[in-house]
Structure formats: C-alpha cells, structure tokens
C-alpha cells in the first residue's frame, strides 16, 4: 500500500483516487460504495498509510493528492513541538441512523460469500437498537491528522474527543539480542 500510495503523489487528482481506491481493495468492490463510504475509507487508510510511512515524503504527498478528492478536507501548515507540520482535517457531518443503515446489502460477505454470524449478531442487534430509537446520532465534528511537513510521520490524530499522539524513535536491534 505504500508504494501505491507513493505512486500517486504526481497524478491527476481523480487517477490518484481511483488508482488509491483499487490498491485498498484489490477485489474491485470500491466501485460499488457510495462517494462518501469511498471518502471515509481514503480517510482511514490514509490514516494506516501514514502510521507506518515514516521518512517517505513521496507517501505523504500521495496521501494529500488522494485526500484532494475528499470532500470537507482541508489541509494548513501549523507548527506542532516546534517543528513544521499540516493538519489534514476531515469534516464529518452529522450522522443520524434509521432502518436503512440495517440495510442486508450493508452486511460484509466473507470469501465464501456466507455472512459471518458474529457480524450478522451485531447487525441484527444494531437493526434493534435503531428501530427501538436507543441509537443516538454521531454529532458533526472534525477529525485531524497531523503530520511532520518534512517527513510525513504522523504525530497526531484526533477524533472526537479521542487524542492519540506518535512518538517515532529508532531502535538498534543489537541492543534487544537480534
């Protein structure tokens, strides 16, 4: 996924999302989802991308040239422990859940194209919830990753209310007996 990522820190903006897209599902299924399941689902592989590219500048400009087709992204150049820094921000609209989102079409399948029980439990138990109005919706917000404008190392990611900060040091394995 890296190097997918890396390869489409030049391309035209819709050829980077799509070719982003099919890297993140090597079964073709991106096609099928709605624009903003395919919006949230760059969001948070870019998020996974980030977390394990530390020191590719090339992985960091591929993510904000895919993130360029989100909608409700913005990106600005702060500072974060004195080191310069983007945070990538993702507006996330309220989100209000009726009968629909227990849609069986929204089920994941398995290889076997058999519906796993443990989701099926949930999804049926979520199906409940909803019909019984115990599911609150998901207030507007924003989610925020920062990351170091040289390196593309994630140093911060933030959802509601949820602060995770990334330390990154380097290890000599002959130190650990390897």
């Known amino acids: 996924m890296l190097d997918a990522t890396a390869a489409v820190a030049t391309a035209d903006p819709s050829l980077a999302r799509a070719a982003f897209l099919k890297a993140t599902y090597p079964q073709g299924t991106a096609h099928t989802e709605a624009r903003a399941g395919q919006d949230a689902t760059i969001w948070s592989t870019s998020l996974r991308v980030l977390s394990v590219a530390y020191g590719r500048p090339d992985v960091r400009a591929g993510v904000l040239r895919v993130l360029s087709t989100v909608e409700g992204v913005t990106v600005r150049h702060t500072t974060y422990d004195g080191t310069g820094a983007l945070e990538i921000a993702m507006y996330v609209p309220e989100q209000v859940f009726t009968k629909a989102d227990t849609s069986p079409s929204l089920i ?11 989701i099926l ?48 040091s380097r290890v000599n394995a002959a130190d650990y007996g390897l």
Do not use: C, N, S, W
């Not at 115990?134 to 509601?160: E, N």
């Open 108 to 118: 994941p399948i398995t290889g076997d194209k058999t519906v796993d029980t443990a």
């Open 121 to 168: 439990a949930d999804m049926k138990a979520r199906a409940k919830a909803i019909a019984e109005g115990k599911v609150k919706p998901i207030r507007a917000h924003f989610m925020t990753m920062t990351v170091d404008d040289a390196t593309g190392a994630l140093l911060r990611y933030g959802d509601l209310g949820l602060q995770v900060t990334y330390h990154v």
